[in-house]
């Protein structure tokens, strides 16, 4: 049977394994815990330097903390085999800079959830969303 210190060992060793993956540093990437209905929901956030935004990477469920972050992993070792790329051009109502940013998903909607993550969808214009050519 594990200890809880053998988890937490376990989960900064995923965490660290997902960061590296992805080719992120600690201040560009959150792992952001939360209980939903008995389970552990990880919702994995980037954050980009540039413009100082964060944008929702990826969602998983698991049965605790340690199962949600190796779904993660399994996610992050495999997105760009099962998702579109997605380009979308955008606007903070107080910035007027229009900034590009990408993401993986399954479709349109998707994309646009990642990039209205956790924020008033009123604060964001969007100008476009541009499905990827597959390279």
């Known amino acids: 049977m594990e200890t809880s210190a ?5 989960s900064a060793r995923v965490q660290k394994e997902i960061k590296s993956y992805l080719g992120l540093n600690s201040s560009e990437l959150v792992f952001e815990f939360s209980n939903l209905e008995g389970k552990a929901k990880l919702d994995l956030i980037t954050i980009n ?3 100082n935004q964060s944008f929702l990477f990826h969602s998983e469920m698991g049965y605790d903390k340690l199962d949600a972050l190796k779904k993660m992993m399994d996610y992050v070792k495999n997105y760009r085999d099962h998702e579109s790329s997605y380009t979308i051009q955008w606007m903070t109502k107080d910035d007027k800079q229009l900034h590009t940013s990408y993401f993986r998903a399954s479709n349109i909607l ?6 209205y993550y956790g924020r008033d969808r009123n604060t964001i214009t969007v100008f ?3 499905l990827n050519p597959v390279s």
Do not use: F
């Open 6 to 10: 053998d988890i937490h060992v376990e």
């Open 128 to 130: 476009s969303v541009v």
């Open 110 to 115: 998707d994309s646009l959830d990642k990039l």
């Open 49 to 51: 330097p540039r413009h």
